[in-house]
């Protein structure tokens, strides 16, 4: 049973518009979310958080969003750039202590066309 | 931001060999690390929780003998494949939580590459 769920698998968009990348989740338990960034053969890059409590975080060109009744948060990022082009990997958590563990979506590759 | 180091990035070797991999977080102090493997176009699953001066908790259909996991210090975790088959093959990633500061995020390292022959 997939916890964290991205359902496009690919996401294109014309450089200078807005990037929308959508995650669901499944768990109700889940109280932080995240937002990675994966280059190929490298590791992910942390890109924004956002807390429970929270329905909007804002860093720079990227704004994830949080609506917890939906249990869905997206990432915007605005203006969209080519150096964006990457896989997007949404991940939640539960609580900080010695159970803590993220649990990763499949992923969207976003590609940024000049 | 924190910065994790593996190593190595990229490693091949003959099917019946062990290969060890290392991950460093080179300015925190983690004690827990985590391990990622990555499929080709598929998500990032964690293989087991490395915990510092104590055994690591592994995931459901993980095989412990076969994914030995060693948390000496509190800046240095070691996964070694044993006997390693070419289905092992596949991209190895690590985390560390920085614990002086609870904001959910994971340090990823860089990530190495296995294949086996």
């Known amino acids: 049973d997939q916890q964290v769920k991205q359902n496009s698998p690919s996401l294109s968009v014309q450089e200078g518009r807005i990037s929308i990348l959508n995650c669901d989740y499944t768990n109700s338990m889940f109280d932080y979310f995240l937002w990675y960034k994966k280059y190929p053969a490298e590791g992910p890059t942390f890109l924004i958080s956002i807390s429970s409590i929270k329905d909007k975080n804002e860093d720079g060109r990227f704004t994830v969003f949080l609506n917890k009744s939906a249990k869905h948060l997206s990432l915007h990022i605005v203006p969209s750039q080519p150096g964006d082009s990457a896989v997007y990997f949404c991940?939640?958590?539960?609580?900080?202590?010695?159970?803590?563990?993220?649990?990763f979506g499949k992923g969207t590759l976003l590609t940024v066309n000049p | 931001g924190a910065v994790v180091s593996q190593h190595p990035s990229w490693v091949i070797c003959k099917s019946g060999t062990s290969v060890k991999i290392e991950c460093r977080s080179l300015d925190f102090q983690a004690t827990t690390m985590f391990w990622y493997r990555q499929f080709p176009k598929q998500s990032l699953m964690l293989m087991a929780t490395?915990?510092?001066?104590?055994?690591?908790?592994?995931e459901q259909g993980v095989e412990k003998d076969k994914f030995l996991i060693n948390h000496a210090s509190l800046t240095l975790s070691t996964l070694t494949v044993t006997s390693a088959h070419p289905e092992d093959s596949s991209f190895y990633i690590c985390?560390?939580?920085?614990?002086?500061?609870?904001?959910?995020?994971?340090?990823f390292g860089e990530g190495s590459r296995l294949t086996v022959l």
């Open positions: 985390s560390a939580r920085d614990q002086n500061r609870y904001t959910g995020e994971l340090f």
């Open positions: 490395s915990n510092e001066g104590s055994k690591a908790t592994y």
């Open positions: 991940a939640a958590s539960v609580g900080g202590g010695s159970n803590y563990k993220l649990t």
